[in-house]
């Protein structure tokens, strides 16, 4: 007899992996889930997904490509698939042997990766916080999500998401939220940028009340209508009109000695100047959120370059100028590349130079000077100035005799206003580099001329006590350049009842609340920036920025911070610099867990160096993404450097179960 040769090792451990699949169900699914096909398919799907996602952000922004793709629900479904069939595809190789280590590592890696990832996203956050050092310590983060807050007279208080960029309530499809323990419902039906201050000046019966004076500002010409509304207190006795102007209410004024004020005259037309090399200077003041921006020149015509500021496509957050020429002609430069730096205009053989001389990310005047209360770009503003030789202007254009001039330059001009002593009449008083220009007296209804361009200040409401109203409109049509700095973002909402009757309407700018009533039942209803409140304080110390030598380019950001943990008593202080974050508790192993508050350098503000913001990250799923890292390395180089050669005969087989017979 012929004696049979022994069956190896290999072949033996196929025969075992093919009585498991007949015999076991667990097993069945396990190569079935494991296949290669289905990683494949798998595979092709998550690039597919993620090469749409990124088109999608590069027209359109992040947002976006969160919602379709990243954060949808199937596209966490595929991941999770993904993951089943590298843990199903390493079991396959059970019972594993020497040569199956790389091939396990690397899986392993991938998935302690994906795992990572999902920890970090469900439990961790990236968040904001501007500090300054000049105000007191911050216990609260940012986040870029919006969210309602909701508080009934029920005493039930609740908080909701809401997404007013990619899915805005309409009138036709509004949101429509019942309210626990309580039959009203509410319903948000309007999403708005253009909520601008609508005062309103009303008469108190209470004798102590303050005086109050209702003005607009108007330039028929510009269609400019700019409210101001004064208040005899501390509060609201001073209007800043936008650095040009300062209007101060005032206990009284001599109104026995007026001072007439000559009659306006039409702004004569410059004589038009020889074109030659002589250089003009243009100003432009250009604003994201306004069609038009303010203009001024030096010449009797202007150079004929319209300057428009847009968001760079894809870039997050970065801005882009847009420079059209009178023959429709334009460029466009990244904003970063334009800060006072002068740039060539092409003209006929002699270049027309421009520059953004100022930027002011969210802009905002204050103290009759332009400033910006933070370095993200809310309400960005640029400051352009342009020059080159004369010859290369267009020809000047006789102006229509109904048409206004640019906006004038007033700078030093104080109104002052105060009670006459006849009822609905008003003391007003004009005064220019110290100079009294013009005195009188004026009824309810009527105009003061102010010396400067077409603007006058028409008289509304004249009350011996008042008591103001701050309310809030939607701008409708084209926002004037001058109250496109006072915008902000806001939602509509009332109350429903269940007969189908409703509540009045309000309007709820963003970082507020407002009660809405219906009937005796209320909601005070917040809308805002979701917040993470913190155990601990923040304090800024110090904020410095050093810059490169010989220049003010800056060349680093030096946030010196305290931290205060009231439940511990712990302190501790640190410094964020660029590519350096500071960190709170601070501990060795907290870092290696991911349970350090990281605080790293994110914006600053040019025109006040006691503010800083500061991105705040928290990942606790960040081991488990450099484990799975270093595991797929590992992994990779043990599969192709470090494992023994097989032999011809394993070479030639095959270990799939699927092949053998």
């Known amino acids: 007899m012929t004696a049979h040769p022994k069956p190896s090792p290999e072949a033996l451990r196929r025969a075992e992996i093919r009585q498991q699949r007949k015999s076991s169900t667990f097993w069945t699914a396990v190569y079935l889930l494991g296949s290669l096909n289905l990683a494949v398919i798998l595979l092709i799907t998550i690039a597919g997904a993620i090469a749409f996602a990124t088109i999608m952000e590069s027209k359109f922004d992040s947002k976006v490509a969160g919602y379709y793709i990243y954060n949808a629900a199937w596209f966490n479904f595929w991941l999770m698939g993904l993951a089943l069939n590298l843990l199903c595809a390493a079991l396959t190789r059970w019972p ?16 302690l990766l994906l795992s990572g990832a999902v920890i970090g996203k469900t439990l961790g956050f990236e968040a904001f916080v501007t500090l300054d050092k000049t105000k007191p310590p911050e216990s609260r983060l940012f986040m870029r999500d919006n969210v309602l807050t909701i508080a009934t007279s029920g005493g039930v208080h609740g908080e909701m998401p809401i997404d007013t960029d990619l899915r805005p309530p309409t009138e ?102 020889a074109r030659d090399a002589t250089p ?14 303010i203009l001024d020149t030096d010449s009797d015509a202007y150079s004929g370059y319209g300057f428009k500021l847009v968001p760079a496509t894809g870039a997050g957050g970065d801005l882009q100028v847009v420079v059209a020429n009178s023959a429709g002609t334009s460029r466009t430069w990244s904003l970063h590349d334009l800060q006072s730096k002068w740039e060539s205009l092409a003209g006929d053989g002699d270049p027309v130079l421009f520059r953004v001389a100022k930027y002011w990310p969210d802009f905002e005047v204050k103290g009759g000077q332009p400033v910006s209360l933070s ?23 006789s102006k229509p005799a109904d048409q206004a001039p640019p906006l004038p330059v007033a700078q030093g001009l104080i109104m002052r206003v105060a009670l006459a002593k006849e009822p609905g009449r008003l003391v007003y008083e004009l005064e220019r580099a110290g100079k009294i220009e013009g005195r009188g007296t004026v009824a309810q209804g009527e105009s003061i001329h102010l010396g400067w361009s077409k603007w006058e200040a028409k008289v509304d409401d004249v009350l011996a ?54 009937g005796n039942d209320f909601a005070q209803v917040g809308f805002g920036q979701r917040t993470i409140p913190l155990s601990f304080r923040i304090t800024l110390l110090n904020f410095e920025v050093p810059r490169d030598e010989g220049t003010d380019t800056p060349s680093n950001f030096i ?27 601070g501990d060795f192993w907290r870092s290696l867990l991911g349970w350090n508050y990281k605080f790293s350098q994110a914006n600053w503000n040019p025109q006040n160096l006691n503010e800083t913001t500061l991105q705040v990250l928290y990942d606790p799923g960040w081991p488990l993404k450099w ?35």
């Open 96 to 111: 594993w042997q020497r040569k199956h280590l790389g091939f396990v590592v690397t899986h392993a890696g991938i998935i």
């Open 172 to 273: 036709k499809h509004p949101l429509t939220l019942p309210l626990e323990n309580s039959a009203l419902r509410l319903v948000v039906d309007r999403v708005t940028d253009n909520l601008v201050p609508d005062d309103q000046l009303a008469a108190s019966a209470d004798s102590i009340a303050p005086a109050g004076v209702a003005l607009h500002f108007v330039n028929a010409g510009m269609g400019q209508n700019v409210p101001a509304t004064l208040m005899f207190n501390d509060d609201a006795s001073t209007f800043d009109f936008f650095g040009m102007a300062r209007v101060q209410m005032v206990a009284s004024l001599d109104e026995a000695h007026p001072i007439a004020l000559p009659p306006p005259a039409p702004v004569p037309t410059p004589p038009r100047a």
């Open 280 to 293: 003009f200077h243009e100003t432009q003041m250009v604003f994201e959120k306004a069609l038009q921006g």
């Open 375 to 397: 370095d993200q770009p809310r309400n960005p503003v640029i400051l352009v100035q342009i020059t080159g030789p004369s010859k290369l202007l267009p020809p000047a254009v």
């Open 465 to 518: 006590h008042a008591e103001l109203h701050r309310e809030v409109k939607e701008a409708v049509g084209k926002v004037p350049p001058m109250l496109a700095a006072q915008t902000r973002p806001g939602i509509r909402a009332h109350l429903l009842a269940p007969d189908g009757s409703s509540g009045p309407v309000e309007w709820i700018p963003g970082g507020s609340f407002r009660e809405i009533f219906a």
């Open 559 to 585: 946030s010196t911070l305290r931290f205060d943990d009231p439940t511990t008593g712990r302190t501790r202080q640190d410094q964020a610099f660029m590519n350096s974050p500071a960190m709170f508790p």
């Open 627 to 661: 484990t799975g890292s270093i595991g797929i390395c590992c992994g990779i180089a043990l599969m192709f450097y470090f494992m023994p050669k097989r032999s011809p005969q394993e070479r030639s087989g095959r270990e799939e179960p699927e092949a053998a017979k």
